[in-house]
């Protein structure tokens, strides 16, 4: 458990390695490994709070965007020169929904939503990256 007054210096594309807590003068007081962190939650310098969970087959953590009937994830993917962004829907057995070779999130979400067709119009002019995901499973959940 991290003390609420340490703090933890916050690197997402770094979270595949490991989680550094420093101190108030940015001491380094300890490293946390992922494969030791269930969940890691905490509110950013806006106040939002950010919540990442352990992948489970990996030793990395994934952040949590949406919380409800479908799951959806922001995972970090190491790759030689950078790191990647990828997305992670679970259906409501919390199993990873399959994603097709060519599938984008657009097309993910329209097969996710097939069942409200008044969805369809707002899934095409997907705008805003994952805060328009986020809206759309909110607004399929609902309705």
């Not at 479908?70 to 997305?87: D, E, G, R, S, V």
């Not at 097969?111 to 399929?140: C, H, Q, V, W, Y």
Request: charge should be neutral.
């Amino acid at each position: 458990m991290i003390k609420e007054s340490s703090r933890v210096n916050i690197d997402e594309d770094s979270f595949f390695r490991k989680v550094k807590v420093v101190d108030d003068n940015g001491k380094k007081l300890y490293t946390v490994q992922p494969q030791d962190i269930k969940e890691l939650s905490f509110s950013d310098l806006d106040g939002k709070k950010k919540i990442y969970h352990k992948e489970i087959s990996r030793n990395r953590l994934m952040q949590l965007l949406y919380d409800g009937n479908i799951k959806l994830y922001k995972q970090f993917i190491p790759q030689m020169h950078y790191t990647a962004i990828y997305y992670l829907f679970l259906d409501s057995k919390r199993e990873p929904i399959k994603v097709g070779l060519f599938e984008n999130n657009e097309k993910i979400l329209l097969r996710i939503t097939e069942s409200k067709p008044e969805l369809i119009n707002k899934i095409k002019e997907l705008k805003g990256g994952e805060d328009a995901m986020i809206e759309i499973l909110k607004e399929f959940e609902e309705s």
